[in-house]
Nanobody, 124 residues
Framework: HVQLVESGGGSVQAGGSLRLSCASS????????MAWFRQAPGKEREGVAG???????SYADSVKGRFTISQDSAKNTVLLQMNELKPEDTAMYYC???????????????????WGQGTQVTVS
């Protein structure tokens, strides 16, 4: 059973930073493609960033240069460092995992089998 536990959300002023964490098991961390999605009220869930087992990454155009996805292998954790936050980044952020996704392909929510409970990010 794949479990993903997000943490690190909160409220911040525009221009500020937050770091999100997604904790998983060693098996999940070393086997699955991991990604971050977000969903704002009234909007569809959208991909933010993804990372594969080898450390290759992909990003949505809206966050390139501001967000960085990375791995903490000691903690089986995927991190999302978010800098230069904007009000439009306000959303519930979700961690997701899937074994079949290939890095560099579009981040499509329906392709992911496993999801965390989400963590709220509010930028004012």
């Amino acid at each position: 059973h794949v479990q993903l536990v997000e943490s690190g959300g909160g409220s911040v002023q525009a221009g500020g930073s937050l770091r999100l964490s997604c904790a998983s098991s060693r098996y999940t961390y070393s086997t699955y493609f991991m990604a971050w999605f977000r969903q704002a009220p009234g909007k569809e869930r959208e991909g933010v960033a993804g990372i594969d087992r080898g450390g290759s990454t992909s990003y949505a155009d809206s966050v390139k240069g501001r967000f960085t996805i990375s791995q903490d292998s000691a903690k089986n954790t995927v991190l999302l460092q978010m800098n230069e936050l904007k009000p439009e980044d306000t959303a519930m952020y979700y961690c997701a995992a899937d074994r079949s996704v290939v890095c560099g392909t579009p981040l499509i929510p329906s392709e992911y089998d496993y999801w965390g409970q989400g963590t709220q990010v509010t930028v004012s």
